[in-house]
Structures are given as structure tokens and as C-alpha cells.
């Protein structure tokens, strides 16, 4: 990872003119093969499937009960391990998962790898029928690490660092073109240069896409109609950003870290820090409470106007509930073994992801977070990095690589899916 870096420090100290790049944006029938987006000096950079039935043996359907109680509490939630999806294979070797994004009855999963060399992609989850998820595309990108994606409208953003050198920095933002209802990859629109050496977050609010990028970088406007920068705003070691429905924007980054909130963006912010003598946490994540249906999600964070807490996952510290407005810390938890690496929020429910400690399953409010239990497959702890929960649907990186999915069961009073088809 080291030489990685250095790689990416010397790309960002030179300028650099790249006249090799062709561009073959390839409008897609019903593809049932690999499409070329991409070449670069005659190598193929940028590739597309869109097929699931090409995809279909990357597919394990399982069908998997998991109880989650606490010795403390009658409360109980039942979850089934439903299918697993394989990694993407970037020049033959599997991808690390970097991002998962659920919008509506669709999953997005993004990819970057580990090493010195550079290489990522995307692959596309069919929900609709959530016991048999259907692996619809996947996208390779060889020359690029992608570390967050969203989808807005028929738009895919991905986000991260790349070792083209065609641009300043090794930051980047690409926009990618959807059709068929956001299920299959149609062409690129634009690859954006940002600055430092990684995007590594997005949000959007209004008509405007904000990213975060890490060292030496900030917050960057751009434009959704023209793809064009319009603003940065200096924010060092900033690592993730939220929009909440007052329309507030939330960046969680500095040195050490705080959280900024901007009451009226982009003229006026305040921060609030946190009261901690620990080192500096290594991984950070935020994350709202949603209590959004299916058919009223956005494709940014939804917070209800009297839901006022942010939940940072803090690494070492464990989690912390803040007040936006405030400051004030609610509540905090800090699991007995392992780190906090991510956390996931919805409907009352907040996952925990603590590496090799496993899956914790907490239940929240606005004042307090409570530990319901912890995940167990297969009779030993489930050991994920990375999971998003949202509209009954727990993804969540497997220590093995790929991807698992989950579902909360018809037993728990939280919007039963049993409605939908088991039949394989």
C-alpha cells in the first residue's frame, strides 16, 4: 500500500498531457458479451456485461435462518442469509469491496483493489425479488480504485483514485450512464479530476453533486447539468458527507475529527469535535436513522426533520450519537472486542460491522442505542468490514470475498417481505 501511495504522490506533483486516450462510448442493445468502453493506447481499460444470465453462476442462493437475541432483553430479530454474490475479478484476481449502495429494489457494489497495482469496477443487484437477488451487470475498470458510488436519476457516480495520469491528482470522479430502470451500464459520460489523492464520499443537494476527498482536499461542488467544478471548499482529511432533508449538509473529517454542519451551504458552517483522549480513529463512517418506504427512498440519506442525530462509527471509540444542532454527544457505545469499521442505519436498526468481533445488531432511537446481538453464520461470528441496511435488505462483505445478502424475516415487526416469492 505504501508504494500505492507513493505512486499516487508523484503523479500529483507532476502535470502531465495525455493524448493516447480514446473514448468509444458504445450505446448497448440487449448485451449478452464483454462491450469495450474504454482503450487506452490500444488497451482495453474500461469494460461492460450486462447479462445475467452470463452472470448467473457468480450466484450462490442460499436459504440460511439466523436468530438474533439478547440475554438482556425478550426483543428479537430473525434474518436469513439469502444468496452470495462472487467479487469482481480485476486482472485476474478478486477485487476488495469498497461501497455498497441500495436505491429502492436495486444494490450497487463497488470494488477497488489492495497492492500496489490500480483497479476497480461495479456490479448491479436486481432486488425486486429479494429471496432470489439477480446479478445483473458488472463494470471493470483497470486503471482505477474506486472508493464510493451513488446513483442519481440514470446516473451512476463513482468516485476514488486512478493511476492514468492523465490528470493533476490521482482523485477522480466518473459519471456513468444507466438504462433499463438503472440495472445495466451504458456508456461513460465524463472522468473528473479532483483535488488530493482520493474521492472518497457524495451526497447530492439540489442540483449539485458533493464530494469529499481525503489529504489535502475538501469538499467539491459539481454541477449536475453540466458535470462542471463550481466550488471547493477547504476541509483536510474529509471523509464522508450527508444531506439531510432540511437540506443540510454534513461533512465528518479533520484532524482530529470533527463534524461540520452547514446551516445555509456553502456560506456558513459550525463544527463540533469530539470530548476523547484516544488515538485517532483509522476509519471513520456517519450514517442518519431512515424511516423512508421503498417508493419514498432517495437517492441521498433521508432524515426526518425531527430526527436530528448523526451515528459515526468511530473505529476504536466504537459509535457515537451526536445532535447536529447541538453538539451535544447522546450516546455512545464501544463493542468489548474489535473495532467499528462501519455502520449501517434504518427503521430502528443499526449494524454494526467490527471486523473479526463480528455483527452487531443494536436497536436505536434518537437518545439511545441498545445491543440486540451479534450475527453468527455457520456457528462462528460473522466477520465483515463493510454493510449497508436499508428497506429489509443487510449487504454485507464476506471475509472470503464478495458479497452476502440478508434479509430481516416475516417473525420481526419491521416491514415483513414475505410477500415475495421463495421459489427458485
Known amino acids: 500500500m505504501a508504494s500505492k501511495l507513493n505512486k499516487l504522490i508523484n503523479l500529483s506533483l507532476l502535470t502531465l498531457t ?10 448497448l442493445a440487449q448485451a449478452t458479451s464483454m462491450k469495450e468502453l474504454r482503450t487506452v493506447n490500444n488497451k482495453l481499460i474500461t469494460s461492460i456485461v450486462n447479462d445475467p444470465n452470463g452472470l448467473y453462476d ?22 436469513n442469509l439469502v444468496a452470495r454474490i462472487k467479487p469482481l475479478k480485476i ?9 455498497l449502495f441500495i436505491d429502492g429494489q436495486k444494490a450497487y457494489i463497488s470494488y477497488c483493489t489492495a497492492g500496489d497495482k490500480f483497479g476497480g469496477g461495479v456490479q448491479i443487484i436486481n432486488l425486486k425479488n429479494p429471496w432470489k437477488p439477480v446479478l445483473e451487470a458488472e463494470l471493470k475498470i483497470t486503471d482505477t480504485d474506486i472508493y464510493s458510488l451513488m446513483v442519481h436519476k440514470n446516473k451512476l457516480f463513482i468516485t476514488g483514485t486512478t493511476d492514468s495520469g492523465e490528470f493533476h491528482t490521482p482523485a477522480i470522479l466518473q459519471v456513468i450512464e444507466l438504462k433499463n430502470d438503472n440495472l445495466n451500464f451504458t456508456s461513460e459520460i465524463k472522468r473528473i479530476n479532483l483535488p488530493s489523492y482520493a474521492g472518497t464520499s457524495m451526497a447530492v443537494q439540489d442540483n449539485k453533486l458533493l464530494v469529499t476527498t481525503g ?8 454541477n449536475l447539468d453540466t458535470y ?14 450527508r444531506v439531510n432533508e432540511d437540506n443540510k449538509v454534513t461533512v465528518f473529517g479533520g484532524t482530529p475529527e470533527r463534524l461540520f454542519i452547514f446551516d445555509k451551504y456553502p456560506e456558513k458552517y459550525h463544527s463540533f469535535g469530539f470530548n476523547t483522549s484516544e488515538n485517532q480513529v483509522t476509519q471513520s463512517t456517519l450514517e442518519f436513522n431512515t424511516n423512508t418506504k421503498q417508493s419514498e427512498l432517495k437517492p441521498v440519506i433521508s432524515l426526518k426533520e425531527e430526527a436530528k442525530t448523526a451515528y459515526l462509527g468511530m473505529g476504536s471509540r466504537g ?12 450516546f455512545s457505545y464501544k463493542p468489548k472486542t474489535g473495532i467499528t469499521r462501519d455502520i449501517s442505519v434504518n427503521r430502528g436498526l443499526a449494524f454494526l460491522a467490527n471486523g473479526r468481533a463480528g455483527v452487531e445488531v443494536m436497536k436505536i432511537s434518537e437518545n439511545s442505542i441498545k445491543k440486540l446481538g451479534r450475527i453468527d453464520l455457520f456457528n462462528k461470528p460473522y466477520t465483515t468490514n463493510l ?21 430481516t424475516s416475516e417473525n420481526t415487526s419491521i416491514d415483513p417481505i414475505s410477500k415475495f416469492s421463495r421459489d427458485f
Request: net charge negative; glycine share 6%.
Open 18 to 27: 495525455v493524448t493516447a486516450h480514446q473514448w468509444v462510448a458504445v450505446p
Open 58 to 79: 457468480k450466484v450462490n442462493y442460499l436459504e440460511h435462518e439466523i436468530k438474533v437475541n439478547s440475554d438482556k432483553s425478550n426483543e428479537n430479530l430473525n434474518l
Open 91 to 99: 486482472n485476474n484476481k478478486d477485487a476488495n469491496i469498497s461501497n
Open 215 to 222: 489529504s489535502f482536499g475538501g469538499l467539491t461542488e459539481i
Open 228 to 241: 462542471e467544478k463550481e466550488r471547493f471548499i477547504l476541509l483536510p482529511e474529509a471523509k464522508n458527507v
Open 319 to 330: 459509535v457515537i450519537g451526536m445532535n447536529i444542532s447541538t453538539g451535544k454527544t447522546l
Open 387 to 407: 454493510l449497508e441496511y436499508k428497506n429489509n435488505v443487510l449487504l454485507a462483505e464476506t471475509e472470503e470475498g464478495g458479497l452476502n445478502i440478508l434479509l
